[in-house]
């Protein structure tokens, strides 16, 4: 018998997980708006709790719900199962401290979202956890890193907000080679644009509120895991009873039990709902994103107000060429940077913005902006700010899915009283 065909990724984005059948006929799942579930026998819930069977408990635990948008992610990325929680900073949390213990150490771009630097920088040091920064484009800096007491090599497929992009194919070897899994952080390109599995990474993490989501109206994150790497290593012996109960899903098995379930990072299934809402039309945002961004910021660079425009499909950008392999020619990501003359001058062009919003978020279908120096990043020193191309004349955009028209005619009327 043939095997069945495996659809296009506009197809899958809307039909993968998806049993109506089980839901009455609905097609779309129930939100299963309950704290915990009943079980007829003694014998069921016992089994349950022991892992032999698929039921639901509590719903620190598991949610039908969503399971269902857990299915649905793994697939898009081309991962073996994944676990959704509340928000992206808890899918990096937990990632990553299912890996680490009090004097180990990790590998990781220095070109990270705000929150994910200061949990690496600040707060895993409190418990004796050592974060190596380095370029995240410098494999030779990032393999002078590693020692005996490296777990991971944590990477972002798109620098926020620097832009850079790191060659994840070669990462990934390099990882490989020295026996540790490459952890990525997806949330600026998507499975639409980058499936970093399939370039070898182990596991990949996202904020859902961001372009899963797309609309503004629901927060989460995922940890999917591709289920390829060896975790019966010596390196990780101590992942000896997680293999021994879950095998190749050793890792998201320790993710879900050991940090999930116990730190409560659980998600409400109404977001899980929304989200799934979102993901129906992922793929025709993500085009309409990325042919936006582009124009936009051919538009901005034309400017005479715009000093530099930092964005990764110009052909000038230092990994232009990466980005153009590794995103397989769809486009180059929904966002970019640009500068003005000073912060006074960013200022005066958000307070003149008309139809762009002026809000801490990303991957709105809506057009968003934001000045990082003076918000995300205002508590950073100076000389960390500038170490991270944190800069005071430094403006972030967001690109949306409205008419690019009306997206450049309000950029220009805000330049223009700049």
Same mark, same amino acid.
């Not at 926020?160 to 990882?175: C, G, T, W």
């Not at 057009?367 to 918000?375: C, D, F, N, R, T």
């Not at 028209?405 to 330049?415: G, K, R, S, T, W």
């Given at each position: 018998?043939?095997?069945e ?14 049993t ?56 898009l ?18 990632s990553?401290?299912a ?16 929150s ?9 040091k ?6 190596r ?18 777990r ?34 997806n ?82 299934p109404l977001? /899980? ?8 039309t992922?793929? @025709?945002?993500?085009e309409? !994103? +990325? &042919? =936006?961004? #582009? ?17 990764p499909?110009f ?10 392999r590794?995103f ?12 003005? /003359?000073?912060?006074?001058a ?6 003149? @913005?008309?139809?762009?919003? !002026? +809000? &801490? =978020?990303? #991957?709105?279908?809506k ?9 995300q990043?205002l ?8 170490k ?16 690019v ?11 223009e009283?700049?």
């Open positions: 018998m043939a095997a065909k495996k659809r296009h990724f506009h197809t899958r984005v809307i039909h993968a997980a998806l109506p059948g089980d839901w009455q006929g609905a097609t779309l799942p129930p939100i299963f708006q309950t704290a915990a579930h009943c079980h007829e026998t003694a014998e069921n819930l016992s089994d349950t709790f022991a892992g032999r069977t698929s039921d639901h408990i509590y719903a620190r635990l598991t949610n039908p719900t969503n399971r269902v948008l857990e299915q649905k992610l793994a697939d990325e081309g991962g073996r199962a994944a676990v959704f929680m509340s928000s992206g900073m808890a899918a990096i949390t937990n990553c401290l890996l680490l213990r009090s004097g180990d150490e990790f590998v990781c771009g220095n070109s990270l979202f705000m994910t630097y200061v949990l690496f920088a600040n707060v895993f409190k418990y004796g956890i050592t974060a920064f380095v370029e995240s484009t410098d494999l030779a800096a990032m393999e002078a890193a590693i020692n005996e007491k490296t991971f090599v944590y990477l972002e497929t798109i620098g926020n907000p620097k832009m850079d992009v790191p060659d994840l194919a070669a990462a990934a070897q390099l990882a490989h080679r020295h026996g540790l899994p490459l952890l990525v952080d949330t600026l390109a998507t499975p639409y644009l980058c499936r970093p599995l399939e370039l070898g990474a182990d596991i990949v993490i996202h904020s859902t509120t961001k372009y899963l989501s797309g609309h503004g109206d629901a927060a989460g994150g995922v940890v999917i895991d591709g289920a390829r790497f060896n975790w019966s290593s010596e390196r990780f012996a101590d992942f000896a009873p997680f293999v021994e109960r879950k095998g190749e899903l050793a890792y998201l098995d320790r993710v879900w039990r050991e940090l999930h379930i116990n730190f409560g990072t659980t998600a409400a977001h /899980a709902y929304l989200t799934m809402l979102g993901l129906d992922l793929a @025709l945002r993500m309409r !994103h +990325l &042919a =936006n961004a #582009g124009k936009v910021a051919a538009f901005l660079a034309s400017r005479p107000e715009v000093r530099w425009v930092r964005y499909g052909a000038d950008h230092p990994q232009h060429e990466v980005a153009q590794q397989g020619g769809l486009g180059f990501g929904g966002m970019f940077t640009f500068g003005l /003359a000073d912060q006074a960013c200022f005066r062009f958000i307070k003149n @913005l008309k139809l762009i919003y !002026h +809000l &801490a =978020n990303i #991957g709105d279908c057009s968003l902006v934001i000045h990082p120096y003076s918000s990043y508590a950073f020193p100076v000389e960390l700010k500038e991270l191309s944190i800069t005071p004349d430094l403006v972030r955009l967001s690109v949306g899915i409205e008419a028209e009306d997206i450049m005619d309000d950029l220009a009327q805000a330049l009283k700049s």
